[in-house]
């Protein structure tokens, strides 16, 4: 049996704490900006695609704040790909919903025959910056509609995705009514509450002040889950991008060759020389706009 037990950091007396994502299948990342949610997806992901193989778990990832924190990861062969718009995302959320939903398809039609039933590999949906998909942001109609039906297929999967093992993690800053619907806000049990701005957002995620009073760390939460009597104060690891590119680069394909044309970047040593200088170079140079030197 796959153990789903995550260590998710340490507490001030040095012990590792765990989260069962087996258990505990949906989680939710709040906290201020600075505050360490990014950095700890970002552990998340490293940890979990170095330890299951692809047909244990599978990613789905969708970055709003324009993928940057998440673009090294498209090389594992766990991450399905990594989402930056709000279509593309309604577009891979309702995807992880035709998943579930065939998947207990195929389970109902096997358990009224009493076959045995397939184990699903794990697909978990990971969002940062949910907040951004919130239909409150709508631009359009039409933008809304389809921000409410990704709010539909996450209330949905939130409520029934723990036996087909389709899972969300849920990073924002504050999910309050308007970034998350208390129907999937509620089914997000497993809660990592890094320092919040203020009493009111530590109330709405935790339903309780005290993250706002956390030290100022960053990658310092709180972790509140239905098998824990007490929040616990945890730090949270991290990924050194010198390991993340160790980790990362032997996946990269040989062909994969990408670079800036160079006609288009100015590197720092060859930075438009100033008035003084050019003054004793011995070819003068012309400098176009942008400081292209020709
Ligand atoms: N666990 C951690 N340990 C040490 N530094 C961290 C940790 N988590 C975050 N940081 C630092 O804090 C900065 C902000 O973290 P980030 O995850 O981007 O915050 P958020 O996503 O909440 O805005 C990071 O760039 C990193 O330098
Ligand atoms: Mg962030």
Wanted: proline share 6%; hydrophobic share 40%; aromatic share 10%.
């Amino acid at each position: 049996m796959t153990s789903w037990s995550i260590p998710i950091g340490k507490t001030r007396y040095n012990q590792t704490v765990y989260h069962n994502i087996n258990k505990i299948p949906h989680a939710k990342v709040a906290g201020a900006t600075g505050s360490g949610k990014t950095e700890f997806l970002r552990y998340l992901v490293t940890y979990m695609c170095m330890r299951y193989s692809p047909k244990q778990l599978e990613f789905i990832i969708i970055d709003l704040k324009n993928g940057v924190s998440f673009a090294p990861f498209q090389w594992f062969p766990h991450v399905h790909g990594i989402f930056k718009t709000v279509p593309e995302a309604v577009d891979a959320i309702k995807k992880a919903y035709e998943t579930m939903v065939e998947r207990l398809i195929e389970v109902e039609r096997l358990r009224a025959v009493f076959r045995r039933e397939p184990v699903y590999s794990r697909l978990i949906v990971l969002i940062d910056e949910g907040g951004e998909l919130s239909p409150a942001f709508a631009v359009t109609d039409e933008d809304k509609a389809m921000r409410r039906t990704a709010m539909h297929y996450l209330s949905s999967i939130a409520r029934i995705g723990r036996e087909p093992r389709v899972n969300i993690i849920y990073g924002t800053q504050r999910p309050d009514a308007d970034t998350l619907p208390v129907a999937i806000r509620g089914q997000l049990e497993g809660v990592f509450c890094f320092r919040t701005e203020n009493e009111l957002d530590s109330k709405i995620v935790l339903r309780h002040e005290g993250a706002e009073k956390l030290r100022w760390i960053p990658g310092r939460f709180l972790y509140k889950s239905p098998l824990v009597k007490h929040d616990i104060e945890i730090q949270s690891p991290y990924v050194p991008q010198k390991v993340l590119k160790r980790l990362i680069e032997p996946l990269i394909p040989s062909d994969t060759f990408y670079d800036i044309p160079r006609d288009e970047v100015r590197f720092r040593d060859e930075q438009v020389q100033e008035a003084g200088d050019v003054a004793c170079l011995e070819t003068p140079m012309k400098t176009k706009r942008w400081g292209r030197i020709s």
